[in-house]
């Protein structure tokens, strides 16, 4: 028997995670997503999936897929300087009781394809080309129209529709928009070199060097750099700007630079932004999720990890309780201090990595070890 009608709007990562978790607790769930190449999901190049990552995926019966196509560390990384002297080891958290690894890392499709398939398995079903246009909140439900005309109404609304959510709107007061760090960065997916075998760090003058092994044979370079707000950057010209802002490296992030950055169409740049949304993150039978209530820079590579966390956490608490709002209260009690944890340490990264003079005390890697032994404790 089900629990109840639950509409997602969304299906990126945090949507899927959330249909699968609760069709796992019974309700009936629908996914509508706009963009039928899952844009919002698979845009980008790998993903981190720290332990907390992998234990949320461990609950909705993805994380043995996850670690079978990506690369497991011992360890969360090591910090370098400019000419690739090993500075400090960042050994990262383990969960007690649990053999997860401290990290594992893949390609942003292959994760999407592995919540797709369980969400489909798990009996989710999924709308492409099709999102919402109005939303009724009333007594007896969620009246709906959609896109392509129809209309319907559901128990429960799940707004996972990213940083610029649409959703948003019926849920907080005030107009609430992402903020721009400062920063943006170049991503780049390269052949694994044989030392990134775990997140490897190299600070320069301007910025920070990044690899992430994602696989096997494959790894990604990051490259986080102040960067003007609104200052556009033509594609055919992305690889000679990461060549020359990587200029001053030796070591790992020198011979990345000479070998592998060649083909500006293979690089993705993107702004840093970031929000944390006030509590509640519900407003009647709607509810907020992932990026549309706390989106997070990529500093601590916990993005997608909390969109994950949420889903899990709301189908646990719709489940205990008989009402909605109830359910949605604790929901937001359990996520709302450690998204924001989240967020705020990430911004500080960032603000230290375009100012390191100006922040002389600041401690990356103590402040990550910090976060991530903090995430390890129950959600």
Known sequence: ????????????????????????????????????????????????????????????????????????????????????????????????????????????????????????????????????????????????????????????????????????????????????????????????????????????????????????????LFYNTTWEEGRRLDQDKMADELRRRLAPFGGLAGRVRDKYIDDPSRIVFRPEEWLIAPAPWHNGRIVLIGDAVHAVTPHLGQGAAQAIEDGVVLAECLSSYGDHDQAFQEYTERRHERCKLIVESSVAIGEYEMDPAGHPDFDHAGLTQHVLESMVQPI
């Open 1 to 220: 028997m089900s629990r109840g009608s639950v509409l997602i709007v969304g299906g990126g990562i945090g949507g899927l995670s959330t249909a699968i978790a609760l069709r796992n607790a019974g309700y009936d769930v629908n996914i509508v997503e706009l963009h039928e190449d899952l844009h919002s999901s698979v845009y980008g190049v790998g993903i981190i999936q720290p332990v907390n990552a992998l234990r949320a995926l461990d609950a909705i019966g993805c994380a043995e897929a996850c670690l079978a196509v990506g690369y497991s560390t011992t360890a969360w990384g090591q910090m370098l300087d400019v000419d690739g002297k090993l500075i400090r080891e960042m050994p990262g958290a383990r969960i007690p009781g649990s053999d997860l690894p401290p990290m594992n890392g893949l390609t942003r499709p292959q994760l999407h394809k592995i919540l797709t398939d369980r969400a489909l398995d798990a009996g989710a079903t999924i709308e492409y080309g099709k999102t919402f246009t109005t939303l009724t909140d009333g007594p007896k439900g969620v009246e709906v129209t959609y896109t392509d005309g129809t209309h319907n109404t559901v128990d429960l609304v799940v707004g996972a529709d990213g940083v610029y959510s649409k959703v948003r709107r019926y849920v907080l007061s005030e107009d609430l928009q992402p903020v721009y760090l400062g920063q943006s960065a170049f991503r780049l997916n390269i052949p694994r070199e044989p030392e990134i075998d775990r997140i490897i760090l190299q600070h320069g003058p301007e910025g920070l060097a990044g690899f992430v092994p994602i696989g096997p044979d494959l790894a990604y």
